[in-house]
């Protein structure tokens, strides 16, 4: 019997809003952030008081995430309330192994994928016969509906992918489709955030974005926080904001920009810091450097107010307020006021 139809985003929406959870989610696909929205809402329905001991976060093959582990906890029954939810975070190592890399030459017959290093048989019982007080979501990257453990999944599952067109479509006129899924994304945003748009500064974001919808994302969220405060979002806007990325690295760059009150450029810069792998406490050790020596220099009044939005997030990052790039790069729009000198 063929796996049924996946569940668009929106009536996925409608499901959770109305409390009617299924007993095992399957939500997989490249764009994160909407997976992690969904993910909360699914854990809203249950009641704050009752989410301690209601809800279990858990990461596929690390410590208490094997699946027997799993499937353990998806058989316990309510503590609290009528539900429990079960979240299984990175299930990819699971639906979409990768293979081992080989140990030497002359040992290359000898290499194996993880999926045959992990005994799946609990988590399959499992997703045969699923406990009805439970609601198991499993989220992945990626999934490899070759694999015996996805065919039980996507056979049991209420299945949702979130991109921007399906992961396994191979059709001549896809670009259209994803182009325009494209746009309709950056449409729904910038409604939500009660703005309008250039239709040209749409086209900019989408083309440099292509089939990327992390990409999109990251692009909107810095471009709205650059036109804070303007009703109506310009194509020079998203220029300013996405323009092409210079070969040469700058480690001043990010305080350079600031320096020079230039909110889109110091934007960028930390944006390529934090996608290379830069910590955002080393850039936040730099723009505290930059407001103790040049902002005290150049505009001391300015220096007491951002003191405290230093503070703000070094304490927001420490205890997890936020995501840590939104944290960082609201700090730089913080930061940047009229020019004051580079370094």
Known sequence: MAPP????PKKLDQQIAARKL??????HGADVRRIEAVVDAIEATVDPADRPFAVERMYATEAGGAPVDIAAAARSLPMLGDRRIV??????????????????????????????????QPLEEYLEKPNASTTLVLVASEIDKSRRLTKRALAAATVTEFSLGPSDAKAPGMAREVRAA?????????????????????QLLVQRAGSDVSQLRGDLERLLLYTQGQKRISAEDVDEVISSEIAVEDEWAVVNAIG????????????????????????????????????AEGDPGRVKP???ALLRTDLALKSSGGDERVLIERLVVDLTGRAVGRY
Do not use: C, M
Not at 22 to 27: A, E, Q, R
Not at 92 to 115: G, I
């Open 182 to 202: 494209a746009v309709a994304l950056v449409q729904e945003e910038i409604a939500k955030a009660e703005r309008t748009i250039e239709p040209a500064g749409i």
């Open 306 to 308: 951002a003191v405290e």
């Open 87 to 120: 979240i299984v975070l990175r299930a990819e190592r699971f639906l979409k192994p990768k293979r081992a890399a080989k140990v030497a030459d002359d040992e290359a017959e000898a290499s194996q994928d993880e999926e045959e290093a992990v005994d799946l």
């Open 260 to 295: 020079n009150g230039d909110a889109g450029r110091a934007l960028r810069e930390v944006g390529r810091r934090l996608d290379r792998g830069d910590s955002p406490h080393a850039v936040l050790g730099q723009l505290r450097w930059w407001v103790s020596v040049r902002l």
């Open 22 to 27: 299924s007993t095992v989610y399957l939500l």
């Open 5 to 8: 139809q996946p569940l668009d």
